[in-house]
């Protein structure tokens, strides 16, 4: 019977040495099957469905702050168009490899007028204009700026939560649907403040 030498002189025979080499090379090709089947899961997770985004700056305070860990939703608007109150990851128009995080504020075919701190809306529904609640602001926030903006299609209009510290629409203008990314879905950091995030209900404000 054939023998195979091992270090230090102990004999094994030959078809046991085969053996283990065959179980050892069944292990490693299971592995890479597992390796394979799983990013064919995972990455169009991650690049398709959904994506991590890193909060940085105070632009979205008291509703996000600088060093949050979020989870964006790509999927929904391929199937659906964005709303007005959604948190939005977006491409900066004026530099396409930065990412910014606003809310939506106006949506396409509506002008947004900014006069003496009120946002006011007017579409076919509100053909004179209206002031909605946003109740996620914090009281007393100013809005600067007046003017009126006239949206186009596929064009929508964002500001940040923290009114008088953001750079939004009102600087680099009316944001195209192609350069959104997705919207916030989760809030996965801190732990102690995980959210699931939903677009609020918008109210006309009372005079």
Known sequence: M???QRPGGEKIPAAAGRSIIRAALEYIGELIR???ISLAIILPIRYFLVQPFYVKGASMEPNFYDHEYLIIDELSYRLR???????VVFRYPADPAQFFIK????LPGETVEIQNSALKIKNAQYP???VFTEDYLDSGAVIYGNFSVALGNGEYYLLGDNRSSSLDSRQFGPVAKQLLIGRAWI????LDKVTRFIAPLYVEKEN
């Not at 809310?103 to 106006?106: Q, S």
């Not at 809030?187 to 801190?190: A, C, L, Q, S």
């Open 103 to 106: 809310r939506i504020v106006g």
């Open 34 to 36: 597992v390796v394979v």
């Open 187 to 190: 809030r996965g950091w801190p």
């Open 2 to 4: 054939e023998e195979e």
């Open 81 to 87: 168009e964005p709303r007005r109150g959604e948190i």
């Open 128 to 130: 004179e204009g209206v």
